[in-house]
């Protein structure tokens, strides 16, 4: 069955330094990777996605994944972290061929204090 | 702000009950996708709809049901309400129904069930 884990629930981070957020998955073929953020109260934002092609993708706010077939990983990275950046992360699957169906991690908390 | 919109905000009722979610998508988006977020099972797709017909199923119990009008907004209706449905429930939309799309989550709808 497919699969989304994020093995980190909680992360704390000091301002300026680099984060980077695990997600493994479990598919049959390559799947449609996504990484999503959740502020409190807010709905979720794209922050970038991985279809093919080259396997480090950039998206906003400063965040880059890199995806890696062997590992079956799509970590989420970033150099320097703002308190801003202090929200819930979510990656997602979207799994093709079992129907279009979408699969969440449980998420990683990101706490950034000054 | 996503452009999706969601209606109640919060939504407070009783055991048994029966109630009503209801979801407008971003102007020009064809595909809408209900979500219930909770905090023992995380954040799971429910289902899919695509230029009013079905498009995936996901996690939904049989006691949920939801549909998308001509107009393309989308309602999601729960009935025989039980304290376990108590959740934060979000819309998302795309602009047609591929798994490789971004999608833009609305604020979504907090149920409780007392």
């Known amino acids: 069955a497919q699969s989304v884990t994020q093995p980190d629930i909680h992360i704390t981070v000091s301002e300026g330094a680099s984060l980077e957020l695990r997600c493994n998955y479990s598919y049959g073929a390559t799947p449609y990777l996504f990484w999503y953020v959740q502020s409190p109260g807010q709905g979720l934002q794209l922050l970038l996605k991985y279809f093919s092609g080259d396997t480090l993708v950039q998206g906003i706010k400063g965040f880059e994944a890199e995806f890696k077939r062997s590992q079956s990983s799509f970590n989420l990275r970033k150099p320097s972290v703002h308190w801003s950046d202090a929200a819930e992360y979510f990656c997602a699957v979207g799994a093709r061929n079992t129907g279009n169906q979408f699969y969440f991690g449980t998420g990683t908390s990101l706490t950034v204090i000054p | 702000d996503s452009g999706v919109t969601q209606t109640p905000k919060h939504l407070i009722t009783a055991t048994g009950q029966r109630v009503t979610l209801r979801c407008s998508p971003r102007s020009g988006d064809l595909s809408v996708y209900w979500y219930q977020q909770s905090l023992d099972q995380g954040l799971q797709f429910l289902i899919q709809?695509?230029?009013?017909?079905?498009?995936a199923k996901g996690n939904i119990l049989e006691r949920f049901s939801a549909q998308q009008f001509p107009d393309l907004h989308s309602e999601l209706n729960l009935s025989s309400l039980e304290l376990g449905d108590s959740a934060l429930y979000f819309c998302?939309?795309?602009?047609?129904?591929?798994?490789?799309?971004?999608?833009?989550f609305g604020p979504g709808t907090r149920l409780t069930v007392l």
């Open positions: 709809y695509y230029n009013g017909e079905e498009r």
């Open positions: 998302a939309s795309s602009v047609d129904s591929g798994v490789y799309n971004e999608q833009f």
